[in-house]
């Protein structure tokens, strides 16, 4: 089994910034691409940053020059740096995985279960 879990959510004033971590953990043999999505009230889940296991990181429109996606691949751990930032930041964060279990040759999407980011004065 795999487990992702999310950490560094919170209540920050506009302008503010806050750092989010996603630590997978199991029996990983090896992790692709890591991202983070969020999802607002009444809205659809979007991407906002995908790191490949090497290559180009990709960030949505709205946060580039803002937030920075980086990981750590010895411990399995994707982070979001999430600077100057906006009301409409305000979403439920959640960070995916593709990973390859033990005893597998094929690669599986695992989601987190999510962390709250809210952005008010």
């Known amino acids: 089994q795999v487990q992702l879990v999310e950490s560094g959510g919170g209540l920050v004033q506009p302008g503010g910034s806050l750092r989010l971590s996603c630590a997978a953990s199991g029996s990983i043999i090896h992790i692709n691409g890591m991202g983070w999505y969020r999802q607002a009230p009444g809205k659809q889940r979007e991407l906002v940053a995908n790191?490949?296991?090497?290559?180009?990181?990709s960030y949505a429109d709205s946060v580039k020059g803002r937030f920075t996606i980086s990981r750590d691949n010895a411990k399995n751990t994707v982070y979001l740096q999430m600077n100057s930032l906006r009301p409409e930041d305000t979403a439920v964060y959640y960070c995916?995985?593709?990973?390859?279990?033990?005893?597998?040759?094929?690669?599986?999407?695992?989601w987190g279960q999510g962390t709250q980011v809210t952005v008010s004065s």
């Open positions: 790191i490949p296991s090497d290559g180009t990181l």
């Open positions: 995916n995985a593709d990973v390859r279990r033990a005893g597998t040759t094929w690669y599986n999407k695992y």
